[in-house]
């Protein structure tokens, strides 16, 4: 069972758990780019043609969302956001808004919160199939469906027009 409280300048998420009561407490804080580091077991990559992208709508929109980051010692390292990080850092930005979590995490705890924040998002970069081949985990379990974490398959668009013909007409 699943409760979210907001409460000023913090968003509490509490998990039931059988009899354990966990708790991760969220802050919204600016923090400079200098402390912020990238996850080394960050799933996710993102090609030169996405990463401009992802600029352009900065450019346009700013950013909207905020990174999400855990503290690491004196720095703070990024869960979700990677990829934006480093459109934010060739843009030079110096100091970026962050949803901050209250503890330093565990690496399961990063690696599932990274799939959540991660697994629908499109235009921001594709999934680093050789480190998600490392974890031990089963992402089904995370709600993560119909991944291929051998290869990832391409159609055509020919390809693509049949199927959705052959679904459709």
Known sequence: RIRSVSVTGYICNCYYLRDKHFIMNWELRTIKVKDLIEWSGNPRKISREDLDNLKQSFVEFGHARTLTVAPEGKKFVIIGGNQSLKALKELDFKEIQCSVCDREMTEAEKQKLSVFLNHRSKGEGEWDY????????????????????ETETKITDEQARTKLQDRFI
């Open 130 to 149: 050789d480190i998600l081949n490392t974890w031990d985990v089963d992402l089904e379990d995370w709600g993560v469906e119909q991944m291929n974490f």
